[in-house]
C-alpha cells in the first residue's frame, strides 16, 4: 500500500509505501521519549506530584522499551504480510494521536505544559499524511481504520487511567495539587 502525495513538479508524483509512514511514526515516539524526559518538568517529576509518588525512571523506560517494541513488531509484521495486517500499525497510531490529545488537554486544564507536547505535533502531522493520502483516497477501508481508531483511543484510556488508579490508590485525590 502506497501514500501517493501529488507534487507540483514536473516529476508529477512522489509515492510513499505506508510501511515508511509507520516507521516515521517510530521515529517520532523516539523524539517524543525525549521530549518526555528533558523539556521543562519531565514526563517522570509530572507522575510523581500528580499520580504515583513511586514512579521511577524504570518504569518510563521500561513502559517505552514495550511499547516500541511493539509499534516496531506491528509495523514488521505488516511489512511481511500486508493485507489486513495494516489494522495492528493502525493501532498505535491511533494510540500515539490520541496520547497527543491527551498533552494536549492536559497543559490546557493544568496551564503546564505536559511534558510530550511539543513532539505530538510530529502525530499528528503524520496522521494527517494517513488520513489524506490513504484513509480519503479509499486505500485504507472504513471498517479497519475506525477499528483501529477505537483500539488505540482504549489503549490510551487504559495508560492514562492508570495513572488515576495510582492515584486513589496513593490517596492523592486528596491532598492538593501542588505538592512539594
Known sequence: MDITITTASASGMLSIP?????????????????????????????????????????????FNTLLMSMIILSVFLFDLFGGNWLLIP??????MVTNGLWHLGATCITKRYSPGL???????????????????????PVGLFALAGILGTLITIAMIGSFFVFRRRFGLDSQPE???
Open 178 to 180: 501542588e505538592r512539594a
Open 90 to 95: 493502525l493501532i498505535f497510531v491511533f494510540q
Open 118 to 140: 511539543l513532539t505530538s505535533i510530529l502525530y499528528w502531522m503524520l496522521f494527517h499524511l494517513i488520513i489524506r493520502y490513504a484513509f480519503l483516497k479509499g486505500q485504507i
Open 18 to 62: 505506508i510501511n515508511l509512514v509507520f516507521y516515521a511514526f517510530v521515529a517520532a515516539y523516539v523524539v517524543h521519549i525525549i521530549d518526555e524526559s528533558m523539556l521543562g518538568e519531565n514526563f517522570v517529576e509530572m507522575v510523581r506530584r500528580s499520580f504515583w509518588p513511586a514512579y521511577e525512571w524504570k518504569h518510563f523506560f521500561g
